[in-house]
């Protein structure tokens, strides 16, 4: 926006201002000139009456509204506040009762039977003036409030909006740790598959295409559908197996995967990794049992992997420390992780709400 076309906006934005002061004040004559008539036929003297108390209200408005609200009420500083409201109300009853005296003095020649019988007593002026003022007063805290709700509402915005890219980097930098950990091991298996010239390697060649094919595409949308994860998992398994051969006894169990349950992508996977990585071979075996489970409410996924006894086996590697952060941040209230160890078996429960795809 040029500079010529905000200095246009401010001088129109002034000039309505202005056009609403005016207005209001006008309106305000005619409420004077209305209640100082009642049961009075002399227009004349109503009017001049009126208009000449107009100056004692609008100064002791403006003083109220744009010096004592801002500066004292607002800020909190209410004895100050207090304070000078009393000067206020002093120097503008004196005032009053000029305007008082005028009406008695130069419009009715100390005749007060010629007087309008509404500015006969000070007190109805005082109740006029101070009404206005008072009114006056509450449009100018209601504008003060909103605009404070405003300013307070875009900063917390603005304070959401950056804690939300924050998140966004954060989750982006926690994949970009969790991808390069996977493809490392994976192509660990290959490179020992490749040693031996094994035939198998065509085989492993494919699984690890499907596995960077879900990697590449699927991985930076926010869900996806648990099928496709847990086919993500078996690609894995499938890898590992031609891996390790007969030394892997592995039970996997997947039941009732709903075609539209949905999940983060690569949120199960290091827990598989970790087990593969992690799990020692007991009686000739690395044993590896996978359970997942669903129902209305939510989704546990169960794995445990074999371990020696007594061992100082610690599986709190790269991948799981990343994965209890990107739970926080994904799944913060909704999502329960357990991770336990005994002697036989190093056991993570993931429970998570159940999410539907749209």
Known sequence: MSLNMLSRDFILKKIAKLLLHIIFWTVVLFCYTYFFGYNSENINYIFSFSLFLMPVTIGT????????????LILEKYFQFILYCVYTIIISA?????????????????NVDSMAPMTRSPLFLFIAVYFVV???????????????????????????EAQLKLKEQELQYLKMQIHPHFLFNTLNTMYGFALKKSEQTPEMILKLSNLLDYLLYQVDKPLVPLQDEINHIKDYVALEKMRFSDTLDINMNFENVDSTLQIAPMLLI??????????QIKNEKLSIIMDLKCNEEYIRFIIKNSILRHSENN???IGL??????????????????????EDWYTVILTLKKLKLS
């Open 94 to 110: 004196l005032f009053i009762v000029i305007s008082f005296f005028y009406g008695l003095i130069y419009l009715s020649s100390l």
């Open 134 to 160: 008072f009114i006056a007063s509450a449009f100018s805290l209601v504008q003060h409030n909103y605009k404070s709700t405003s300013v307070n509402q875009e900063l917390k915005n603005k304070i959401l």
């Open 315 to 317: 599986q709190e590697g």
């Open 61 to 72: 408005t403006y003083t109220v509204i744009d010096l004592l609200i801002p500066k004292y």
């Open 270 to 279: 290091p827990f598989v990794e970790n087990s593969f990585k992690h799990g």
């Open 321 to 342: 420390a990343n994965i209890k952060k990107r739970l926080v941040l994904l799944y913060k209230d909704k999502h329960e992780l357990k991770v336990s160890k005994n």
